[in-house]
T-cell receptor
Framework: AQKITQTQPGMFVQEKEAVTLDCTYD???????LFWYKQPSSGEMIFLIY??????QNATEGRYSLNFQKARKSANLVISASQLGDSAMYFC????????????FGTGTSLTVIP | EAGVVQSPRYKIIEKKQPVAFWCNPI?????LYWYLQNLGQGPELLIR????????DSQLPKDRFSAERLKGVDSTLKIQPAELGDSAVYLC?????????????FGPGTRLTVL
């Protein structure tokens, strides 16, 4: 069964606007972590933001915030004030603590920022 | 602190030839992962090591793929013989032991082209 689902293969956003990238997850473990990574065309995977399953508040890191809705099992990434350099693939991932250090990745969303 | 090092960055071989990839994780990181990433897709786990022990190799095609992590530090992934369908990016990542927001740190990847 798919652990991480990203339903948006491609997204476009106007420069300086905000954009939301969707991610839903599946786990029966009450303890887990959710991550977002950015992968530019150069290929490196860059860690953006983390949300723990017991965290009471939504995570924020600069222009990135994570809209965590635990009951819906969703962990959407919000990028505010988009910049041209934000154009990249974005991957949602989950660390299921019951399986140790196993990470599960989604299929990714390609974001294009339009000037 | 040095990041995850991988070599080579690019490799072009003919089908049926052997190929090997090398990874040096971040110092002190107990967990090492090898992923395969096809174009436009998310990383797919091939094998995960905890120190020198392979704790999850269920997705590793053992008829042609092999891996080792001697002394629990560097790791080598080998394909013998390579097939056309093996063309992909092979990513190595490492993470420290434990739960919490211990994200994976990725290397730059090795782009394999099988002709």
């Amino acid at each position: 069964a798919q652990k991480i689902t990203q339903t948006q293969p491609g997204m476009f956003v106007q420069e300086k606007e905000a954009v939301t990238l969707d991610c839903t997850y599946d786990t029966s473990d009450p303890s887990y972590g959710l991550f977002w990574y950015k992968q530019p065309s150069s290929g490196e995977m860059i860690f953006l933001i983390y949300q723990g399953s017991y965290d009471q508040q939504n995570a924020t890191e600069g222009r990135y915030s994570l809209n965590f809705q635990k009951a819906r099992k969703s962990a959407n990434l919000v990028i505010s004030a988009s910049q041209l350099g934000d154009s990249a693939m974005y991957f949602c991932a989950m660390r299921d603590f019951s399986s140790g250090n196993q990470f599960y990745f989604g299929t990714g969303t390609s974001l294009t920022v339009i000037p | 602190e040095a990041g995850v090092v991988q070599s080579p960055r690019y490799k072009i071989i003919e089908k049926k030839q052997p190929v090997a990839f090398w990874c040096n994780p971040i110092s002190g990181h107990n967990t090492l992962y090898w992923y395969l990433q096809n174009l436009g897709q998310g990383p797919e786990l091939l094998i995960r090591y905890e120190n020198e022990e392979a704790v999850d190799d269920s997705q590793l095609p053992k008829d042609r793929f092999s891996a080792e992590r001697l002394k629990g530090v560097d790791s080598t992934l080998k394909i013998q013989p390579a097939e056309l369908g093996d063309s992909a990016v092979y990513l190595c990542a490492s993470s420290p032991r434990g739960t919490g927001n211990n994200e994976q740190f990725f290397g730059p990847g090795t782009r394999l082209t099988v002709l």
